[in-house]
């Protein structure tokens, strides 16, 4: 009996053993990136509004301090893309995520702290939609180069060109090109007005142009005349 025993013990424990050293550890599921779109808001009231590869960022009073492009973003790191006095810039903002509205940011220290997202600010400005349809980002691209739009519902926005990694123009001390845009909040569909500056810090040439709007579907067209087919198009991307 007991051998029979000692052989029904050291069976299943064999089993067990053949088992667990044939089993392949259990790999953790890559966690996704969390998605910026929408509107932060800063311990200290300024407001952050991401749309794809676009960025503005507000101050208490509501005015634009700072605008630009989203270069790249990583599970603990975004890298922002702007201008100043001609240059093109860059800035790094490390953050760690607390949940799927709430990150902390680390650096740089004049953005540090908790950003919480604003959702009354998003569902105001998805509201605006059916008002003012140009809202929102678009682009339209070439074989080297792409053009970005970016219209805020305060009444302005911004138009920046990169190549094909979203760079932008301006990269290695080349000239920069860019446009900041406005149009009537009483009367939207009037038109977007284009100031458009292109140069560096020791000579810029500056442009106004106002521009119709026309929506076919998912695409925004500007132009002027009655032509359609002469007409800039970018495509709407939500």
Same mark, same amino acid.
């Given at each position: ?55 503005? +960022? ?19 790191? +975004? ?11 860059? *800035?790094?903002? =490390? ?35 059916? =008002? ?34 979203? +760079? *932008? ?19 939207? *569909? ?18 106004? *142009? ?17 032509? +359609? ?10």
């Amino acid at each position: 009996m007991k051998k029979i025993l000692f052989s029904l013990v050291t069976a299943v424990l064999a089993v067990f053993l053949f088992g667990c050293a044939s089993s392949q550890p259990v790999s953790k599921p890559t966690p996704s990136k969390l998605s910026f779109k929408g509107f932060w808001e800063l311990p200290d009231g300024e407001i952050f509004l991401f749309e794809k590869k676009a960025f503005a +960022l507000l101050d208490p009073d509501g005015d634009c301090a700072l605008n630009g492009i989203l270069r790249n973003q990583t599970n603990t790191q +975004l890298t922002l893309n702007y201008y100043y006095q001609y240059q093109l810039m860059r *800035m790094t903002i =490390d953050y760690s995520v607390l949940s799927e509205n709430e990150v902390k940011v680390s650096k740089p220290e004049r953005l540090n702290g908790v950003w919480k997202r604003h959702n009354d600010l998003n569902n105001k400005a998805a509201n605006k939609l059916s =008002d003012i349809p140009f809202l929102g980002y678009c682009e339209m691209r070439s074989e080297n180069q792409i053009d970005i739009l970016h219209i805020t519902p305060w009444g302005w926005g911004f138009n920046y060109f990169s190549d094909l990694d979203y +760079l *932008m123009a301006g990269a290695g001390g080349g000239d920069i090109v860019y446009s900041s845009i406005s149009y009537d909040l009483k009367s939207p *569909m009037n038109g977007l007005r284009f100031l458009s500056v292109e140069g560096d810090s020791k000579s810029q040439s500056i442009e106004t *142009m106002t521009f119709r709007t026309v929506i076919d579907g998912n695409d925004l067209l500007l132009g002027k005349g009655d032509d +359609l087919s002469k007409y800039y198009r970018y495509s709407r991307i939500k």
